[in-house]
């Protein structure tokens, strides 16, 4: 079974912080993504990445940047944390499709941070 | 920008009956995807259904795509308490990237 796992489960952090979120898949996927969900709004795409290395923004990437430096791990950081930045924080792999085409994501169990 | 928006926002049934979820999105797609979300946990995909493709099955799952009303919808027949969850559709946002909508809170009542 693909296993994607996020660092924590909770975290509470301060105003003005550097927070760093973890996430690391165990399929040798290609693709890795980092969705924020909050209510009403759903998910929404940060980034995502598609090698090592290799970075796109999403939607809404203000506030944050991330790492892929092995192929396996995915990290978010949030480089200031601001209280509007207090959501619910999904990582998802997937394998990169041919033509073009997406496949199946694999989700983590998602990091819940409140930032005070 | 948000591809797929998922119509009703909440659907509250009894158990024993069908629930049906419903998806419209704005861009041509190459396929579209359903997952559900257990409360406060990571998404599970549920289905995948290819552009030239108009249905499809998996168990109790039945899933349509009319690609000239850019629209699917999902079907649960017989529905349980344990299919209480949301439900998602996430269709192509280019370059193998993922889209999803708002999703439909699903709600099993006894």
Redesign the interface.
Request: proline fraction near 2%; aromatic fraction near 8%; include cysteine.
């Given at each position: 079974d693909v296993k994607?796992t996020q660092s924590s489960r909770y975290l509470v952090k301060r105003t003005g912080e550097k927070v760093f979120l973890e996430c690391v898949q165990d399929m040798d996927h290609?693709?890795m993504?980092w969705?924020r969900q909050d209510p009403?709004?759903?998910?929404?795409?940060i980034y995502?990445s598609?090698d090592v290395k290799m970075k796109?923004k999403?939607?809404i990437p203000e506030g944050y940047s991330v790492s892929r430096e092995k192929k396996e791990r995915f990290s978010l950081i949030l480089e200031s944390a601001s209280t509007n930045q207090t959501s619910?924080y999904?990582c998802?792999s997937?394998l990169?499709?041919q033509?073009?085409?997406?496949?199946?994501?694999?989700?983590?169990?998602?990091t819940?941070l409140t930032v005070v | 920008s948000q591809q797929g928006e998922e119509d009703p926002q909440a659907l509250s049934i009894q158990e024993g009956e069908n629930a049906t979820m419903n998806c419209s999105y704005k861009t041509s797609i190459n396929n579209l995807q359903w997952y559900r979300q257990n409360s406060g946990r990571g998404l599970v995909h549920l289905i995948l259904i290819r552009s030239n493709e108009r249905e499809k099955h998996s168990g109790r799952l039945r899933v349509t795509l009319d690609t000239s009303k850019k629209s699917s919808s999902l079907l649960i027949t017989a529905s349980r308490a344990a299919d209480t969850a949301s439900y998602f559709c996430a269709t192509d946002g280019g370059a193998q990237k993922l889209v999803f909508g708002q999703g439909t809170r699903l709600t099993i009542n006894p």
């Amino acid at each position: 079974d693909v296993k994607v796992t996020q660092s924590s489960r909770y975290l509470v952090k301060r105003t003005g912080e550097k927070v760093f979120l973890e996430c690391v898949q165990d399929m040798d996927h290609e693709n890795m993504f980092w969705y924020r969900q909050d209510p009403g709004l759903g998910l929404r795409l940060i980034y995502f990445s598609y090698d090592v290395k290799m970075k796109e923004k999403g939607d809404i990437p203000e506030g944050y940047s991330v790492s892929r430096e092995k192929k396996e791990r995915f990290s978010l950081i949030l480089e200031s944390a601001s209280t509007n930045q207090t959501s619910m924080y999904l990582c998802a792999s997937s394998l990169w499709g041919q033509l073009g085409m997406n496949t199946e994501a694999f989700f983590g169990q998602g990091t819940r941070l409140t930032v005070v | 920008s948000q591809q797929g928006e998922e119509d009703p926002q909440a659907l509250s049934i009894q158990e024993g009956e069908n629930a049906t979820m419903n998806c419209s999105y704005k861009t041509s797609i190459n396929n579209l995807q359903w997952y559900r979300q257990n409360s406060g946990r990571g998404l599970v995909h549920l289905i995948l259904i290819r552009s030239n493709e108009r249905e499809k099955h998996s168990g109790r799952l039945r899933v349509t795509l009319d690609t000239s009303k850019k629209s699917s919808s999902l079907l649960i027949t017989a529905s349980r308490a344990a299919d209480t969850a949301s439900y998602f559709c996430a269709t192509d946002g280019g370059a193998q990237k993922l889209v999803f909508g708002q999703g439909t809170r699903l709600t099993i009542n006894p």
